[in-house]
């Protein structure tokens, strides 16, 4: 159990170094593997989750080196919560890949895993560079699982995905070298008591760093200016690598969270928030534009590529109000607009084999075959990403509203509430679009589409009703979920209880001295 907060890293490597091993194999061996790697990950994310509930922060020393040169993980609620959300949605998409797209790509379930260990360990990380090698892992993942087996579009908008996320890296490398040239250290729970000490005179440089990171984590998550990338990319994307990337949006939410608490929160002094002043009305203008962009879409993927932007605006939102009461039904909607988006990634794909040369748009009125299977789930799924009751997405934007001050309210309410209409105004112009207007159209039209996709395979069912259920798991059982996701917005929000923690768990992290030669000795 010490070992515990290294499992959803060592676990994947482990089995995409394997994998890569199989591959002569054959695919039904490399699906066996995978399977036995998913199925014992989302038991560790078990565990973790049980162990994070205590309100202890568990601290991880690889190597057993001191943190100031060695690599430190720390398990609390909130990197508990991201890790269980990444692996059952990395669960659910390998499973709908595993009907037959992993063989259209190369090297897909390895590259499937060490973007699982990415994510886990950019949610665990205790260290602001260790953060950035792990970004890296993720992305590198992510360039050939959306690259692999692509032509057209899909280069075009790889491309400029690679090349965007390539820049957003460099300036992440500038803003780490200033902040440890001025702070001298970069474990985040450190950086916010070396920030209130600093001089007056760094606080220029200080906060030019701040707003270098601000900017790369901006870019990660879709803020405004930054989003324009996010649609076409993912609605170019094959469907369970546009599943999983919606969680890279909330890993810019989550950097964003833990980055500025930990380093501008309480301990900063004349520093202290100033970040939220930036995000609020950033996080507002996103959200309508992207609530447009969702009414404006002309395909299936496009409208939730816009969602998954709507999503990410409003959990900007969430951190420029800054206060622990609502970022608790933040984190609830965050791993609920999560799991809503991916499954309608998963379900416009199936429509979009369905219905021939039409695909997914929405201008071609082409017959759905079985159109009341998918229509139902689409009704789920939309009911839940609007945010209409009873599911899940009320819940975690009732709850969200209600925890605004009467001056935030007096504009926030009808901006979140106006968008949302514009959001269950596209939802409902696509549906009927795809099942009711086409309902009456002869299927002629149909006769080009894929046979096997007109009787997709029981798994991609399974995979697309889970995450679907799991929106409705949410609603039934919200009672405990909000109370977890409170308590973590007050550990995230208690930095100091949470250094304490961190000093009493791991005293080294503090005691520990840089390599250098003892008085008296050659260097």
Known sequence: MNHLPILPIVLPLLAGALLLLIERAGLTAQRALAAVAMLLQLGVAGLLLQSATTGEVSIYLLGDWPAQIGISLALDRLSALMVATTTVLGAAALLYAGSGWDSRALHFHALFQFQLAGLNGAFLTADLFNL???????????????????????????????????????????????????????????????IGRAPVENHGLILAAGGILLVVFGAKAALLPMYLWLPQTYARSPAPVAALFAIMTKLGIYAI?????????????????????????????????????????????????????????????????????????????????????????????????RRGSAGDSLKALVPVPNRGLFGALYLLIAVSLVGLPPLSGFVGKFTLLASMENAQAAWLWPLILICSLLCLIAMARAGSQLFWKSGGVRDDENSDADASALHPARVELIAVGALVALGIGMSLFANPLLRYSRETAQQVHSTQDYRRAVEAAAPRLRSATPLAPAAGEAP
């Open 132 to 194: 950035f090698v792990f970004f890296e892992v993720l992305l590198i993942a992510s360039y050939g699982l959306l690259l692999s087996g692509g032509r057209g579009p899909r280069i075009r908008v790889g491309f400029q995905y690679v090349v965007f996320n390539v820049t957003a890296s460099t300036l992440f490398l500038v803003a780490l070298g200033l902040f440890y040239g001025l702070l001298g250290v970069l474990n985040m729970h450190e950086m916010g008591e070396a």
């Open 257 to 353: 969270l833990r980055v500025y608490t930990l380093l501008f929160g309480e301990d900063a002094g004349a520093l202290a928030g100033w970040a939220a002043d930036w995000l609020l009305p950033a996080g507002a203008i996103a959200l309508v534009l992207a609530s447009l962009g969702a009414l404006a879409a002309s395909s299936l993927r496009g409208l939730a590529a816009y969602l998954v932007v709507v999503s990410a605006a409003t959990l900007f939102i969430v951190l420029g109000l800054d206060a622990s009461a609502s970022t608790g039904p933040g984190l609830y909607y965050l791993v609920h607009s999560t799991f809503g988006a991916a499954a309608l990634f998963l379900l416009a794909d199936l429509i979009r084999r």
